[in-house]
């Protein structure tokens, strides 16, 4: 059973019970991305997710947008459950988001899990980023999500399973462009922004990435990991950029904390 409420203009979805977890979603998904990672934690978790600002049923507030922004909100909709301390787990742009919570409020977060998150880009690649923000709003977003999906989803998973795929196209063609260019603007210079204060994350913290992943690389989450005094990182085989929608039973095991199930993925 699931509940669905919103707190301070932010859209939440809690379910299960047991240790608590938070779980932040990456630039132009929403919550529901979580789904099949959030049904195999709930048996023995108490599991929030949320849309993050500009995203989903949550605010929609004019950009720029700052990471202090998300910090705030993941801080107020926490309070607002009473949520004192928590396992959290951010994917994509959601890692950067929990990073930054981290080093804000590291009494709080038991555990960090940083899944597909991007650390230290290139100017290069920083400059790619800003150019697809530019692309989506002078009417290159339709063309912007097919490339995306190429990149995000392994070939075999597109054939085997494309409603999956077709579920996360309509959702980022619904995104509401401003706010999506929004957050996308900040996600593009937030890794440069937190690079020189990973060491201060002070908590167990897993880095994953997909061995395939174009954007999210393992050698990026090789790196953080290794910046991080409890790091340490986990590269899957064969996988692209979704790894909560492509090996969601694994991604539930490495955010729950179970060692022997991640151990045998990473052989």
Partial sequence: ????????????????????????????????????????LAP???VLRYDMQGHGGSAKPSGPYRLDDYVDQLRRLADGLGLARFALAGFSMGGLVAQAFA???PARVERLVLLNTVFDRSPEE?????????EALNGGHAASIAAALERWFTPAFRTR???????????MESNDLPSYAAAYGLFAVADRLLAPSVSGIRVPTTVVTGAEDQRSTAAMATALAARLPQGRCLII????HMTPLEVPELVADVIAGRPAAIEDAAQ
């Fill in 44 to 46: 023995d978790h108490d």
């Fill in 161 to 171: 399973r494309p409603e999956v795929v077709e579920v996360v196209r309509r959702r």
């Fill in 126 to 134: 920083r400059a790619a980023v800003e150019a697809r923000v530019r």
């Fill in 1 to 40: 059973m699931s509940v669905d409420g919103v707190i301070g203009g932010t859209r939440y979805r809690r379910s299960g019970a047991g240790a608590p977890v938070v779980l932040i979603h990456g630039v132009g998904a929403d919550l529901e991305m979580w789904e099949p990672v959030a049904a195999r």
């Fill in 237 to 240: 085989p064969g996988q692209r």
């Fill in 103 to 105: 080093l804000a409020a």
